[in-house]
Every structure is written in C-alpha cells, then in structure tokens.
C-alpha cells in the first residue's frame, strides 16, 4: 500500500474535487505509479481530517475518469496508463461543475418536446417492418431515398442504394474506415482530429499519420509529402467547422487537397455533421470529388442527441465494402429512430432545429466574445466550442485539473491530437453543454485563469 498522501492544507472547497485532483497529479507524475494500491476510504479520512463520504466521492470521481479500479476483497488501484484512451470530456456530470467538456447542440423544453411528440407519432404511425424485420432491405429503402433527397439538397448527389443509414457519426467513420482501409495500412488526419480517431485507428489495426495543418486545416504539401513517404490509403479531413479549431476550411483548399488526393489515388473521409447548419459553407469535399469520398452528415448535434442517426453516402467503388462493413459492424440503424428522422426531414421539424440552433448559437458566441474578450483563439458562428491557446508556460493538463478544482471542466487539447509536432497547449471549450449563466459563470472562471497566469491561488483564498 503506498504511503503517499497529499497535504490536508491543500486541499480545497469542495473538498471530494481537491483530492480528487491531488491524486491525480500524483497519478501524471509517477508518483502514484500504475498497481499502487491506495488507502481505505477510513483510513484516508482519517489521516486527512476529511469525512469518509467526501472521500468516497474523491475515489467514484477517480474511476469515472478510468484513472484508478476498486477490486472487490483487494482495496483500490491505480490503473496502468495507456490501456485505454482517455477521452477528452466527462464521463458523468458531477452536480458541482460547469460542464463545458462535452460537445452538445443547445437544447430546451423545444426539444423534448418535439421528441416526444415524434414518438407519439410513432406508436400511431410505426410500419410493421420496423417493428418486425431483421433485413435491413425491408426496412432502409424508403429511408435511403428520403436520404438521397436530403443530400441533394446540399449538392451531393449519390444513388440511394449507395447510402449506409448509421446509428451517429461513430458509427459512419468506423464503417468507412473498414471499407477503405486494410489492417495493416496508413490512413492521414489532420494534427487536430476527432478525439475517437486515435482510438479507432488502434482497434481497427491502422497506423494514424498527423499531418501538419495551419488555420485553414491540412496542408495540401504536408499531405502530398506524407503519401509519398507512407503509402497512404485515405485522409480523414472535417474541413466545416466541427475540427477542433472550429474553423471553416477555404474553397481553394479543399480543391488543393482533392487535387493531391487525385494524383496519390486516395479516399476521402469527409466528416461533416454540422453540415447545413453552417451558412455560407464552400462546397463539400463529396461535390468537388464524387468519386473519392465518403461524406459523413449527421444529425445528433444539430437537432436532439436521441436523433442518433447519421448517413454515409459512398462512390460506387467503395460502397459494397462501406455497405458489408456496417452489416457485420452495427447490422442496421435503429429503425423507429430513422422512422423519426426521415418523418422531421419531410415535415420541417429538422429545418425548424437546425434554424432555432443557429440562432442559439450566435448568442453564446457573442457571450463568449464578451466574457473572453479577445482571448478566443478559433471559432465558427456556428462552431458548438471555443479553442483556446493557452500563455506559454500554461501546460493544458494543468490547466483542465485547476479548472476543475474551481469548478469548471474542459477538455483537454491532448485528446485531439493525432502528432504532438507542432504542439501547442490549447483547450476546447463547449458552448451548447449548459444553460446561458452557468455558461457564463465558466467562461468567466476561465477568463479568470487566464488572467492570473501560471501561479495558481494558495488554498483557502
């Protein structure tokens, strides 16, 4: 059992946090190393001059964050780094924190709502083949045509039998990146990328190579240098306003990297969930280069996060494979939730979420603007989060634990990178997770921060 314990006059309010965050420093820095077996709950507290319950809380927190284990009859544990990626926002939201951790459309009594009334629709309304059919082709063809409609709309123009009806963007990249890419081979992403991806690629048995990128996204060299040098087979880009830095990629510069994806034969992964919400967006990477890529549009964070549905729409030589992989993968999407999607997309109610979105949005960014002022980094109107460069010498993962500590969760830029070249401490920060004065309350803690530099405030002032 390890003898180390953190100073009690260290510690601060709300006390079950502050211990939470002094074990997990010591847990960064090795010196609380993967096996160490920590202290009993009572003991703990006793020696701190802390409740039993407090604690309690401290460890639960702990293994919500998959940084310790409790074995039953053994004590509890600290878990060995690396097993498993960690992920950028919070497992659970915890009654005492500001969440601005997690990626979320805003949502309001509109949005329940709406759900609700749709599953009202639904028990009146529900095909039998939704209900009863196990095959996919008795259920997803009036589906896939709603959807071809749809994508039409935005310039994408694809067959309906081409198009994979997922359960969520998860689901849609994993099947695309099966149905390009081999175990075995190189797929690229962009240095800042979506926080499964790094994850994904492990499991899937696929080498991720981060590319360089500036404010507008990948660099069309850096991109044509890596598939000289590696053999790529795909680029996973999202060149509108969901990448982390929030940022909408330039019409030229999609055309540059459909240019060097041409001369190298590579597929392209377009993750574009955001999709219409966005105004003014350049033409899709799909309507550009029909042939090559894989466009992802999904709607959990454009309408309501039950809406788990995404679609993948796939060039004729790639969607058989997209189309088996998602059958072994996932079989088919949940059939009364498309029933609802393709029920709102036919009847406004989507067009009617995505508008109200918007709006919500441009007032949190002018919030943010106002609290922030001047210190955002990158965004979009439409962007759901904020990127923040941290001050040199501001290490981020310090950063996010006395955020934490003061009652405010970020996200970490860590869980975004896919090659640390390049590397600048950053956050991402959520804007559409809470209500507009708790948003408030957290932007200004971070603004705070920000403020008072490196050297953070002794206990108990």
Not at 165 to 192: D, F, H, Q, R, Y
């Amino acid at each position: 059992m390890t003898n180390w314990l953190p100073d009690p006059a260290a510690l601060t309010r709300p006390a079950y946090l502050s211990l939470a965050e002094h074990i997990a420093r010591a847990i960064e820095a090795g010196t609380l190393p993967a096996g160490a077996r920590l202290p009993p709950h009572r003991r703990l507290a006793d020696d701190l001059g802390l409740s039993v319950q407090t604690v309690s809380r401290a460890y639960e927190d702990l293994i919500r964050r998959d940084l310790i284990a409790g074995e039953i009859g053994r004590g509890t544990f600290v878990r060995q780094k690396g097993g498993e990626a960690r992920q950028p926002y919070l497992p659970e939201r915890s009654g005492e924190l500001i969440d601005l951790s997690i990626l979320k459309p805003v949502c309001d009594t509109l949005h329940l709502d709406k759900i609700r009334a749709a599953f009202t629709w639904l028990g009146e309304t529900l095909p039998a083949s939704s209900a009863l059919s196990f095959r996919p082709n008795m259920v997803m063809p009036r589906h896939r045509a709603v959807a071809a409609g749809w994508l039409a709309e935005v310039g994408i123009e694809v067959p309906a039998h081409n198009i994979s009806i997922t359960n969520g963007a998860s689901s849609a990249i994993t099947a695309a990146l099966m149905g390009v890419a081999p175990v075995g081979s190189t797929i690229a992403a962009e240095a800042l990328t979506h926080h499964t991806l790094m994850p994904l690629c492990g499991y899937l048995g696929l080498h991720l190579e981060g590319v360089a990128m500036d404010r507008d996204g990948m660099l069309p060299a850096a991109l044509d240098e890596a598939a000289r040098r590696t053999g790529l087979r795909a680029v996973f880009l999202q060149p509108n306003v969901i990448n982390p830095l929030g940022v909408q990629m330039p019409a030229d510069r999609r055309a540059e990297l459909v240019a060097v994806a041409r001369r190298h034969d590579l597929a392209i992964i377009e993750n574009d969930i955001l999709n219409r919400m966005v105004e003014d967006a350049p033409p899709t990477l799909a309507a550009l280069a029909p042939e090559r890529v894989l466009y992802i549009h999904g709607f959990t964070k454009i309408t309501v996060p039950a809406l788990r549905v995404a679609y993948l729409a796939a060039p004729d030589r790639f969607a058989t494979a997209v189309a088996n992989r998602h059958l072994v993968s996932s079989w088919m999407a949940t059939p009364p939730i498309v029933e609802i999607l393709s029920h709102w997309l036919t009847d406004g109610t989507a067009a009617e979420l995505i508008a109200w979105q918007r709006l919500r949005l441009a007032e949190r960014h002018a919030l943010a603007e106002q609290v922030l002022a001047g210190r955002i980094s990158s965004t979009h109107p439409q962007a759901l989060h904020l990127w923040l460069r941290l001050p040199e010498g501001r290490a981020e993962e310090e950063f996010v634990a006395e955020a934490r500590l003061r009652g405010v969760a970020v996200a970490a830029g860590s869980a975004f990178r896919a090659t640390d070249r390049g590397k600048r401490d950053s956050v991402r920060i959520a804007l559409g997770s809470t209500d507009l004065e708790e948003l408030r309350q957290g932007l200004s803690i971070v603004g705070s921060m920000l403020e008072e530099g490196a050297e953070a405030p002794l206990p108990g002032i």
